[in-house]
């Protein structure tokens, strides 16, 4: 049973930070490409980061500089550290796990993230 676990959402206030986490459990962990997305309300999930299997990363233009996602292949966790976070980055924040050959896909829960003073 696979199985992506967030954690690490909360309340903080605007140019603060907060460091995501999501345990993947169930697959090969190394060979996937891990992404974090959000769902703000009444918007549609987007994507706020990715990292391949091999480490290459790419950003969503509203987040760079400010957000890393980063990979732990002996702990099967990728990271979403967030910084001067803004009111607009409020959101469900979801784990991603994908992988082709073939394609197989899953999601996390969510963790809400809320910027606010």
């Known amino acids: 049973q696979v199985q992506l676990v967030e954690s690490g959402g909360g309340l903080v206030q605007p140019g603060g930070s907060l460091r995501l986490s999501c345990a993947a459990s169930?697959?090969?962990?190394?060979?996937?490409?891990m992404a974090w997305y959000r769902q703000a309300p009444g918007k549609q999930r987007e994507l706020v980061a990715t990292?391949?299997?091999?480490?290459?990363?790419d950003y969503a233009d509203s987040v760079k500089g400010r957000f890393a996602i980063s990979r732990d292949n002996a702990k099967n966790t990728v990271y979403l550290q967030m910084n001067s976070l803004k009111p607009e980055d409020t959101a469900i924040y979801y784990c991603?796990?994908?992988?082709?050959?073939?394609?197989?896909?899953?999601w996390g829960q969510g963790t809400q993230v809320t910027v606010s003073s």
């Open positions: 990292m391949a299997s091999g480490g290459i990363t």
């Open positions: 991603n796990a994908k992988r082709t050959g073939p394609v197989l896909e899953y």
């Open positions: 169930g697959i090969i962990f190394r060979r996937y490409a």
